[in-house]
């Protein structure tokens, strides 16, 4: 098993930035992509970003060029740097990972935070 842990979430008004951090503990060795979702109100959960072991990563159109996700795998986490925030980026931010080389389906999430961005 793996647990996931996010942090960083809070509020921040248009044009801003944030950072979410994800921790990763337990069978860490067996995850090969870690990445974010995001879910806002009335709308289903979304895929934002994801990065591979090797580094390789995928965006969501939505949040390209302003987000940046990396990750440090000596301390098995993986963070998000959101600059350039808009309203409609507020949501409930997931971290994930799985065993396979992507987040389509993925096999362990954490217990989210929350992203609020005013107008």
């Known amino acids: 098993q793996v647990q996931l842990v996010e942090s960083g979430g809070g509020l921040v008004q248009a044009g801003g930035s944030l950072r979410l951090s994800c921790a990763s503990s337990g069978r860490t060795f067996s995850i090969d992509v870690m990445g974010w979702f995001r879910q806002a109100p009335g709308k289903e959960r979304e895929f934002v970003a994801s990065?591979?072991?090797?580094?390789?990563?995928n965006y969501a159109d939505s949040v390209k060029g302003r987000f940046t996700i990396s990750r440090d795998n000596a301390k098995n986490s993986v963070y998000l740097q959101m600059n350039s925030l808009k309203p409609e980026d507020t949501a409930v931010y997931y971290c994930?990972?799985?065993?396979?080389?992507?987040?389509?389906?993925?096999?362990?999430w954490g217990q989210g935070t929350q992203v609020t961005v005013s107008s």
């Open positions: 990065i591979r072991r090797g580094g390789s990563t």
């Open positions: 994930a990972a799985d065993s396979r080389y992507r987040l389509v389906t993925p096999e362990y």
